[in-house]
């Protein structure tokens, strides 16, 4: 921001605010916009499709048929476990973990979930005030929790542990909601059963014990909004707050 003293506006093509120093742009009047509800969806779908390709070992069974190895009966894996009617718990239950939920709740899932205070529209759903007691419950942890002071390694050694060696964590939020180091040791010991990632700490890099274990974890590049309908409704959301700020107008979707 001293590089740019007549900065007016940061129109971030993103709904999480953890790039973006809040408290400096409302020092200074700037104004800032992001892009919420557009990617709500197709994040919501790949934390889905993720549990899904963990449970049921999808990549790990595409090289199976490609490499051959079905016709000879090479097949050594282990069987592949069910998603239906497992116990799904969610940390943060905004827009996009509220989405999750209903699509869980589509296969049969039972819902518990985390987040700052109980949610009253979301009774039919059980609140655990502690991540650790709710992972003890969970056979799928999903993460969809925005990344800030409080939630950074939210996602730690205890959690993971209460998860246990037969649960699965998905993380569609931000890469260091989870202590990736306890991750990664987890999944190597045996501690945690898998792991379904779209986003990484250190992103682009990714631990390379992470990818090594190709038949227990599933990696994405960060793309949890990344299909063509979402890009262009929220290009048209920044373009839209570019042209209401410089109009005079109300912010579409005013963060600060």
């Known amino acids: 921001m001293a590089a740019l003293p007549k900065l007016e506006i940061v129109s971030s093509f993103s709904v999480g605010m953890d790039k973006i120093d809040l408290g400096k742009c409302k020092e200074k009047g700037i104004r800032v916009s992001n892009t919420p509800d557009v990617l709500t969806d197709d994040v919501a779908d790949l934390a889905i499709g993720l549990t899904l390709a963990v449970l049921r070992k999808l990549p790990a069974s595409d090289r199976y048929v490609r490499s051959g190895m079905w016709k000879k009966g090479e097949f050594k894996m282990l069987l592949y476990f069910q998603f239906s009617g497992k116990s799904v718990g969610i940390v943060g239950l905004g827009r996009i973990g509220q989405a999750i939920a209903t699509r869980a709740e589509g296969f049969g899932c039972k819902i518990s979930y985390h987040s700052r205070t109980p949610k009253p529209e979301s009774s039919n759903y059980t609140y655990y005030p502690s991540v650790v007691d709710l992972a003890a419950h969970s056979d799928i942890l999903v993460v969809a929790c925005a990344l800030t002071n409080e939630t950074r390694h939210i996602i730690n050694r205890e959690v993971i542990d209460a998860l246990g060696p037969r649960g699965v964590l998905v993380n569609i ?33 990714v631990p390379e014990q992470l990818i090594e274990l190709d038949e227990k974890v599933v990696l994405a590049p960060h793309a949890g909004s990344g299909t063509e309908e979402t890009r262009k409704g929220m290009a048209d959301l920044v373009v839209g707050n570019l042209v ?11 963060v600060v």
Do not use: C, I
Not at 182 to 198: H, I, N
Not at 244 to 254: C, R, S, V
């Open 173 to 205: 939020a931000r890469g260091a909601t989870v202590d990736e180091p306890e991750l990664v040791s987890a999944l190597v010991e045996g501690r945690l059963g898998g792991a379904g990632l779209d986003v990484f700490e250190n992103e682009p890099n």
């Open 244 to 254: 209401a700020h410089f109009e005079g107008k109300e912010l579409l979707t005013p």
